[in-house]
């Protein structure tokens, strides 16, 4: 950043933030397409390899567009707070976790979250840790009483992993109370932020050692590239443990796809406050269609965890679900009658999004298994964008004409 007073707003941040001044005078850090750097001299390639001396080396360690990516996600997380933290860039959200949870974890060690992970997150704790002895505790979190009991009782644990708003029907875990109680025990926290964002939530405030996001969905915006980015408070080890992993498991960005993510990043704000606006017209909208059964959107007073999405998030967020009396068949032929909004998984981009999940990333689960995770037969899942409401609106009334 340029000026000799130290940015306030948010927004200045996010549009600011991480950028150095360019050696050729191009406004913005353009995409360097470069798979390795060249040392002056070999005394130079040996200090860069031995740390003497800061600089790039191969595209794999490092890149000038990606830095720019990673120091404006981090000072974004910790934006107001009087810590520092230190961003990696990775290739999706689930290399960031693979990095989160192989440098900070070995065969023996335990995990504690919570129901209603991210699918994928759930398939890597299941389907890989598991097979690397590292074991994962699933349990209702908002029992804190037996949070710490387990806490207290099993000393293997060494990390509690959260993800709150969670899909689909947007569960939220109590940050302040969950990270105090996890260090009362001297245990990591990390928090997958990718509902919320950073200008909604900040997990460092409540303490936190580590976040991630799928930059895929509100951070880069626009559905361009997928993305993720692991996030921590302790430099050391994020320079040292976690870089090692990172690189050795090639799980590193690229620089096309870091350009993409920093045009989005600088207006987080104004998207994030025109979505969340959206959201609550919509649930709003959808909360009094007789064609609905129930709305999931912590905006509505009868969510039951709008206190807690209240007491850590500056707005309810934009994303939501909502469930069709007339079921699996409704869904589909709701989804089939839209004719601005797009039906597609993901979430976070301009457009508005919806997916039936029972006949599509549910679709080879065993009904009884999915119901437990309020995925019933005629749910869909919604991510408001950021069209003119009035659009958005119409859109639906006249998809839910038929039901
Ligand atoms: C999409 C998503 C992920 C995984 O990110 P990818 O970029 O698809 O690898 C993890 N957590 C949440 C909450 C997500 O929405």
Known sequence: MGTKFPLTGWSSVAI???????????????IYASSTYVFDSAEQGMNRFTGKEPGYIYGRFGNPTI??????????ETFGLPIEAKAILHASGMAALST???????????????????????????????????????????NLQQAESILQNDPAIRMVYLETPANPTLQCVDLEALISLAKKYGKKVACDNTFATPYLQQPFAFGADFIMHSTTKFLNGHGTAIGGV??????????????????????????????????????????MERHCHNAMEVANYLDGHPAVAKVNYTGLHHHPHQAIA??????????????????????MEFLNRLQMCVRAVSLGTCDTLLSHPASTTHVGVPREERMKYG?????????????????????????????
Not at 67 to 76: D, G, H, N, Q, W
Not at 100 to 115: D, M, P, Q, V
Not at 121 to 141: G, Y
């Open 16 to 30: 600011h933030g991480g950028h150095q001044a360019e050696p050729r005078h191009a406004h913005l850090t353009p």
């Open 375 to 403: 995925i019933t037969d005629g749910l869909i899942r919604m991510s408001v964008g950021m069209e003119s409401i009035q659009d958005i609106l119409q859109d639906l009334e006249q998809a839910l004409a038929t039901q």
């Open 67 to 76: 830095t720019e990516a990673e120091e404006k996600i981090a000072a974004l």
């Open 100 to 142: 989160l949870f192989l440098s900070n974890l070995k065969a023996g060690e335990k995990i504690l979250t919570h129901f209603s992970l991210y699918g994928g997150t759930e398939e890597l704790i299941h389907r890989v840790l598991k097979d690397l002895q590292i074991e994962t505790i699933i349990t209702d979190l908002h």
């Open 230 to 271: 692991l996030i921590g408070t302790d430099l050391e080890f994020m320079k040292t443990t976690a870089t090692k992993k990172h690189r050795l498991l090639g799980a590193n960005s690229n620089p096309f796809d870091a350009f993409l993510l920093i045009q989005g990043m600088k207006t987080l704000e104004v998207r």
């Open 310 to 331: 209240l007491k850590q998030m500056r707005h309810p967020g934009a994303m939501l679900s909502f469930e069709l009396k007339k079921g699996l068949e409704g869904g």
